[in-house]
C-alpha cells in the first residue's frame, strides 16, 4: 500500500490476506496457455500470484496512479494493461486467442453494471470468478420464493450456472469494507449442450430455462416483473397483457415476480414474442 491512499469512489479495498488471496487463485485454478482477464488489479494483491501460474495476464485498471505502479512492477510481454472503465471495455476484443476467464476482487460501487455488461460477453467467457458483497452473492445465486431472488438472480441464472464458494470476512481488506464478502463462480450455459463442471465441484446446471426468443423483451419483462416486488404481476406486468397473459400460462393471477422460476419468465416472454411476430 505504500503511498497509495485509497480512493472511495473507485471502491478501493486492497486485499492483504495471504489466505484468502491463495484461496482465490486456487479456485481460479489458472493454466499457463489460459487468457486470463483480471479486472481491477489495484496494488497487485492477485495479479502476482496469477502470474506465477501463466505467461500473460491481461487487466483493466481506471486508476492512473495504480497503472503507473503496474507499470513499473510487471514487464508489458507478461502483464498488458487496458486503462481505462471496465463497463465501456470490449472483452470480446481479447478473445481470439481463446476463451476468456475473467477474475476480480471487484469495486463494489458498480458491480451490478458490471455483471450487466459482462453478460453481453457470455458467449466469450469459459467462466469467471469474482469477489462480491456477500449480499450481491446471495442475491445472484438466490432461489425463487425468497427475499433474496431478484431481477438479478434471474438475468444472471438466464445465462450462467453459479456458485458461492466461500465468505471472506471485512480484515481480509485494507480499508476493510463494513460487511462480508464472498467469492462467487460463474460459468456461462451453453444452450442446448451438457458440459462437466471443469472444476469438479458439482453438477453444471444444464440450461432448463430455454433461450429467450427476444432477450430485449425477456429483459423487459424481468424489470417490470421486479419493479415493485410486493405488488402482483397481473399489476406489474400489465403493458404485457397482465392478467389474461397469466392465465393463459396458467399462473395465478395474484402471482408475485419471487415465485416465477427463471424458466417461467422465459415462456412467458416468449409468448409475448411469437404474439407479437404474429401481428406484424
Ligand atoms: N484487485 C485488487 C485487490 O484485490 O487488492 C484491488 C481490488 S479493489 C476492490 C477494486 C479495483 O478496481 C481498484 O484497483 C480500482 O481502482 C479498480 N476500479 C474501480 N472502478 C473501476 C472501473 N470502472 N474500471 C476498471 N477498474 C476499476
Partial sequence: ?????????????????PGI??????????????????????LGALTEPLLDRLEHLHVVEIDRDLIERLRQRFPP????????????????ALSSSGLLKIVGNLPYNISSP???HLAEYAAVVSEM????????????????????????SVMLQYRYSMERLFIVPPGSFNPAPKVDSAVVRMIPLKVGVTEGNPHGTGEMKCPAAGTAADPELFARLVKAAFSQRRKMLR???????????????GFAPTARA?????ADF???????????TQTK
Fill in 266 to 276: 422465459v415462456r412467458l416472454a416468449n409468448v409475448l414474442a411469437a404474439q407479437q
Fill in 114 to 116: 458490471l455483471l450487466f
Fill in 129 to 152: 470468478h469474482f469477489m462480491l458483497q456477500k449480499e450481491v452473492v446471495d442475491r445472484m445465486v438466490a432461489a425463487p420464493g425468497g427475499g433474496d431472488y431478484g431481477r438479478l
Fill in 77 to 92: 510481454e507478461r502483464l498488458t494493461i487496458h486503462a481505462g472503465d471496465a463497463l465501456e471495455f470490449d472483452f470480446g
Fill in 1 to 17: 500500500m505504500k503511498g497509495h491512499q485509497p480512493r472511495k469512489r473507485f471502491g478501493q479495498n486492497f486485499l492483504v490476506s
Fill in 235 to 249: 399489476n406489474t406486468l400489465k403493458e404485457f397483457g397482465g392478467e389474461a397473459l397469466l392465465e393463459a400460462q
Fill in 258 to 262: 419471487e415465485t416465477l422460476a427463471v
Fill in 21 to 42: 488471496i491463495r484461496k482465490i487463485v486456487d479456485a481460479v485454478a489458472p493454466r499457463a496457455g489460459d487468457t486470463v482477464v483480471e479486472i481491477g488489479p489495484g
